[in-house]
């Protein structure tokens, strides 16, 4: 009898865990632009995991190779995802004839650099990415190397535009000449569409992340994503566009980019938060926009120093500053972007990882991660801003029948912040997702206290006092593997008799 119950409960208990499993994991393959959370690294500065192709690696000059490549990243994947990072953005892969962030010497659209692999290593790399739900873009340039085959061929000579200070260098701020591909002619426009095809076919990858987007005629852009998406309608094509351009956004969402990046956006962001005490009123303005959600948000971007550096030199501990900053990228409309090393607050433009680092940062990110990738409101829900008052903030995320609350406290004091409840719903209970915080109504208020420089992230819920159903769950399932327990060592003293 004992054994008919034993083989009718745990099936049950069993499928019921597997459906909610079922439901989570279904959920996870619809995800939409907005769901994304990004992880930006340049593959020579991440990690070495393959001594064989350290040639001409000198890691004490900022302009030679450092020795990172495919095969470091690959090794690496558990980390990126542990932090919940759902995409990564791989900086230029193409051959170089220099090492070069930004792409200004490449030499080659169909060969990766040397310095980091194989085709089918980086191939390798993107299945080991998908295998754990990580999609993966890659930078495109649109500048080659001075030394490009084209430069010397008089036959050649109308597929690029030399012009002084054309391409910033990354690796040492200085402004230098490079050419830039001349996208108004027909052969080199093929050219790049058929470049852009080829590591689509070859190699799987999920997108191209391209720069001064606004820079290049608007019709070579609509034939080449309408080509290449062709290829796969899903695809991610991010675009880096100058202010006055990014006001035309739904006119480049038409022609078919996914999403755009405005650097000038992450100079504000820098502002409010590399000291304490800075107002967040303009930046949760802006969070009420239609198109927010499609932009993507990030304290870094190449043509500037570190966000660290800059706490640095304003006499700030870098996790202190780090963490409101964070919560701000995770918890309001757009896609995140994280710079490789941001994690350990790195200092320097593009230094070797180092991952012996405090993991306090990295832990807290981690939190950030699994409250973004769980709760929908946070990705896709209409943004509320409560409470605002010199940098302590109170918003909402409302999506569907789910809502976040975010206490987001800037300043350098811990604050007290009472929210009435009409704004928020009576009889409703705050969970913190960060902190474990409760907070429930009490004379028609919901009151929490903040410290200086952190914040809660909280799932609101209808307070019903206890939930039996939870209670029996949970006194139930003890019970139940304790009698299997007693079964199985019984029948097993009854044998040994």
Same mark, same amino acid.
């Given at each position: 009898?004992?054994?008919?119950?034993?083989?009718?409960? +745990?099936?049950?208990?069993?499928?019921?865990?597997?459906?909610?499993?079922?439901?989570?994991?279904?959920?996870?393959?619809?995800?939409?632009?907005?769901?994304?959370?990004? =992880?930006?690294?340049?593959?020579?500065?991440?990690?070495?995991?393959?001594?064989?192709?350290?040639?001409?690696?000198?890691?004490?000059?900022?302009?030679?190779?450092?020795?990172?490549?495919?095969?470091?990243?690959?090794?690496?994947?558990?980390?990126?995802?542990?932090?919940?990072?759902?995409?990564?953005?791989?900086?230029?892969?193409?051959?170089?004839?220099?090492?070069?962030?930004?792409?200004?010497?490449?030499?080659?659209?169909?060969?990766?650099?040397?310095?980091?692999?194989?085709?089918?290593?980086?191939?390798?790399?993107?299945?080991?990415?998908?295998?754990?739900?990580?999609?993966?873009? /890659?930078?495109?340039?649109?500048?080659?190397?001075?030394?490009?085959?084209?430069?010397?061929?008089?036959?050649?000579?109308?597929?690029?535009?030399?012009?002084?200070? %054309?391409? $910033?260098?990354?690796?040492?701020?200085?402004?230098?000449?490079?050419?830039?591909?001349?996208?108004?002619?027909?052969?080199?426009?093929?050219?790049?569409?058929?470049?852009?095809?080829?590591?689509?076919?070859?190699?799987?990858?999920?997108?191209?992340?391209? $720069?001064?987007?606004?820079? /290049?005629?608007?019709?070579?852009?609509?034939? +080449?994503?309408?080509?290449?998406?062709?290829?796969?309608?899903?695809?991610?094509?991010?675009?880096?566009?100058?202010?006055?351009?990014?006001?035309?956004?739904?006119?480049?969402?038409?022609?078919?980019?996914?999403?755009?990046?405005?650097?000038?956006?992450?100079?504000?962001?820098?502002?409010?938060?590399?000291?304490?005490?800075?107002?967040?009123?303009?930046?949760?303005?802006?969070?009420?926009?239609?198109?927010?959600?499609?932009?993507?948000?990030?304290?870094?971007?190449?043509?500037?120093?570190?966000?660290?550096?800059?706490?640095?030199?304003?006499?700030?501990?870098?996790?202190?500053?780090?963490?409101?900053?964070?919560?701000?990228?995770?918890?309001?409309?757009?896609?995140?972007? /994280?710079?490789?090393?941001?994690?350990?607050?790195?200092?320097?433009?593009?230094?070797?990882?180092?991952?012996?680092?405090?993991?306090?940062?990295?832990?807290?990110?981690?939190?950030?991660?699994?409250?973004?990738?769980?709760?929908?409101?946070?990705?896709?829900?209409?943004?509320?801003?409560? =409470?605002? %008052?010199?940098?302590?903030?109170?918003?909402?995320?409302?999506?569907?029948?789910?809502?976040?609350?975010?206490?987001?406290?800037?300043?350098?004091?811990?604050?007290?912040?009472?929210?009435?409840?009409?704004?928020?719903?009576?009889?409703?209970?705050?969970?913190?997702?960060? %902190?474990?915080?409760?907070?429930?109504?009490?004379?028609?208020?919901?009151?929490?206290?903040?410290?200086?420089?952190?914040?809660?992230?909280?799932?609101?819920?209808?307070?019903?006092?206890?939930?039996?159903?939870?209670?029996?769950?949970?006194?139930?399932?003890? /019970?139940?593997?304790?009698?299997?327990?007693?079964?199985?060592?019984?029948?097993?003293?009854?044998?040994?008799?």
């Amino acid at each position: 009898m004992l054994r008919r119950w034993m083989g009718m409960v +745990l099936p049950a208990f069993l499928i019921l865990f597997v459906n909610a499993a079922a439901v989570f994991a279904a959920e996870q393959t619809k995800r939409l632009w907005q769901d994304e959370s990004i =992880y930006y690294l340049v593959v020579d500065r991440f990690f070495n995991g393959d001594l064989s192709n350290d040639f001409t690696v000198n890691t004490k000059d900022e302009l030679s190779y450092h020795g990172g490549d495919f095969q470091g990243v690959s090794k690496k994947l558990d980390y990126i995802q542990t932090m919940g990072f759902t995409t990564i953005r791989l900086g230029v892969i193409f051959d170089q004839h220099t090492y070069s962030r930004s792409g200004a010497g490449t030499i080659d659209f169909y060969k990766p650099e040397e310095h980091y692999g194989t085709l089918n290593e980086f191939k390798q790399l993107v299945k080991e990415a998908h295998k754990r739900e990580i999609k993966v873009i /890659i930078d495109f340039p649109l500048t080659i190397s001075p030394e490009h085959p084209w430069v010397n061929d008089p036959t050649k000579q109308n597929r690029f535009i030399i012009e002084d200070g %054309n391409e $910033s260098n990354q690796e040492n701020n200085q402004s230098v000449t490079s050419p830039k591909l001349n996208m108004s002619d027909p052969e080199t426009a093929q050219y790049v569409l058929e470049a852009a095809k080829w590591w689509l076919q070859k190699t799987n990858i999920d997108g191209y992340f391209f $720069s001064q987007v606004d820079q /290049i005629p608007e019709s070579f852009w609509s034939g +080449l994503i309408k080509k290449i998406k062709s290829e796969n309608k899903d695809l991610y094509i991010v675009g880096e566009f100058s202010e006055k351009a990014s006001g035309n956004f739904q006119a480049y969402k038409n022609i078919g980019f996914t999403s755009l990046f405005v650097p000038s956006t992450t100079l504000k962001l820098r502002d409010s938060f590399k000291i304490p005490n800075q107002p967040l009123t303009k930046l949760t303005q802006d969070d009420g926009e239609r198109d927010s959600a499609y932009l993507i948000k990030s304290m870094d971007a190449p043509s500037f120093s570190r966000f660290t550096n800059d706490i640095v030199a304003a006499n700030q501990f870098p996790g202190d500053r780090w963490e409101p900053s964070l919560t701000y990228l995770f918890t309001t409309p757009g896609v995140p972007m /994280i710079d490789y090393g941001s994690e350990i607050a790195i200092i320097g433009d593009d230094p070797m990882m180092d991952f012996r680092a405090d993991p306090d940062l990295i832990e807290f990110i981690e939190k950030l991660g699994r409250a973004r990738n769980h709760y929908l409101s946070l990705t896709r829900g209409d943004f509320t801003l409560l =409470y605002e %008052n010199k940098g302590m903030a109170v918003y909402t995320r409302s999506y569907k029948n789910e809502t976040t609350f975010i206490a987001l406290n800037n300043t350098s004091k811990n604050q007290e912040v009472i929210i009435p409840a009409n704004k928020l719903g009576s009889k409703k209970q705050l969970i913190g997702l960060l %902190n474990n915080d409760l907070i429930k109504e009490q004379n028609g208020n919901y009151s929490f206290s903040i410290n200086g420089e952190e914040s809660e992230i909280y799932i609101v819920r209808d307070d019903r006092g206890i939930n039996m159903l939870n209670v029996l769950v949970i006194i139930v399932i003890p /019970i139940v593997f304790l009698i299997l327990y007693f079964y199985i060592w019984k029948r097993g003293k009854n044998k040994i008799a």
